[in-house]
């Protein structure tokens, strides 16, 4: 038992941290999803650990957390999913009905914002909206730095965007884009 438990231990750890890493780096409802997954098989692992090394504590503790990881599976790859189907379904019958095509305000959160050239810039995390006309007055995007530390947050007036289906464009050049005033994560403007 002994042996195989010295198996066990290394993929409970290895998993466990590769889906902390999945779902601390915020990279979409798809790969949090996934995330849980490995969670789910982090903690059966770490379950069949705590039988193999009569570890009662470490075995429902994992029950526990077994459960709240297909919790997790359920919440971003059923649940989410739906609901970014749903809004993905609107904004395609909208391109073929009159009046203006729709696209989902999620996409503010994540899409990509890319140059006239192909460049990529960086990723939208958030947009800033009137509350009276519910027009967005400008996006904010993050460039550079890796899972949040060391990027660069850019402020580009909403009149310099167009929304694709899956992603954000700008006529602005690179360097026009390097100009864009750097936003302070947590001081924004009110305009």
């Not at 305000?105 to 890319?114: D, H, N």
């Not at 460049?119 to 995007?141: I, N």
Request: charged share 15%; hydrophobic share 50%.
């Amino acid at each position: 038992m002994e042996n195989l438990a010295s198996w066990v231990a290394p993929i409970a750890t290895v998993t466990t941290i590769a889906a902390a890493c999945m779902t601390a780096s915020n990279l979409g409802s798809r790969i949090t999803g996934y995330g849980f997954v490995v969670f789910t098989l982090g903690s059966i692992a770490w379950f069949a650990l705590g039988m193999l090394t009569d570890q009662p504590a470490l075995v429902w503790t994992n029950v526990v957390m077994t459960g709240l990881n297909l919790f997790g599976v359920w919440r971003w790859l059923g649940l989410q999913a739906t609901v970014e189907e749903g809004a993905s379904t609107a904004a395609e019958t909208s391109e073929t009905m009159p009046g203006e095509t729709l696209f989902p305000a999620s996409l503010l959160t994540r899409a990509k914002l890319i140059g006239p050239n192909g460049e990529h810039f960086g990723v939208a995390v958030d947009a800033m909206l009137g509350r009276a006309s519910g027009r967005p007055a400008y996006l904010v995007v993050a460039e550079g730095g890796v899972a949040g530390v060391g990027e660069t947050l850019r402020r580009i007036d909403w009149t310099d965007v167009r929304v694709g289906e899956e992603r954000l464009s700008t006529a602005l050049g690179q360097a026009q884009f390097d100009r864009l005033d750097a936003l302070a994560k947590d001081a924004w403007p009110g305009r």
